[in-house]
């Protein structure tokens, strides 16, 4: 954990998130992932915390980007995108980092297609945000923060 003055979230985002505001609009919204990243920064910025953003198509590099957030994050904001289904190496990693979690999907996967119900991250996550669009990161943020300061928030 990071000291007081330097408190920082890790953003984590999967595989094809880097096409947002072209890729299926009609389900993920126009923003790009740059407004995501920016969203975040300004919710965390709003309690003098700091964020490290991270987007792959790649599973070891999102595994190793979480591995490397022990000891320098306070908490993870992560969308695994299509890896909620199928990796059980990340929540396997999130789980090994002793770190509170928020999952955040962009559109209601509950809605979705049968096989986007189940998430294996969703079982590590202290909370899932689904469907709220990118204001899903301000809120996980806005969690983290609450539930890692002593007053609350």
Known sequence: MTTAQTRNLLIVNGPNLNLLGTREPAIYGSDTLEDVEAAALAAASAHGWTVDCVQSNHEGDLIDAIHSARGTADGIV????????????????????????????????????????????????????????????????????????PSGG
């Open 78 to 149: 992560i969308n695994p995108a299509g890896y909620s289904h199928t990796s059980v190496a990340i929540a396997d990693a999130l789980s090994g980092v002793e770190l509170p979690v928020v999952e955040v999907h962009l559109s209601n996967i509950h809605r979705r297609e049968e096989f986007r119900h189940h998430s294996f991250v969703s079982a590590v996550a202290e909370a899932v945000i689904c469907g709220a669009g990118i204001s899903g990161y301000r809120m996980a943020v806005e969690y983290l923060v609450q539930i890692s300061e």
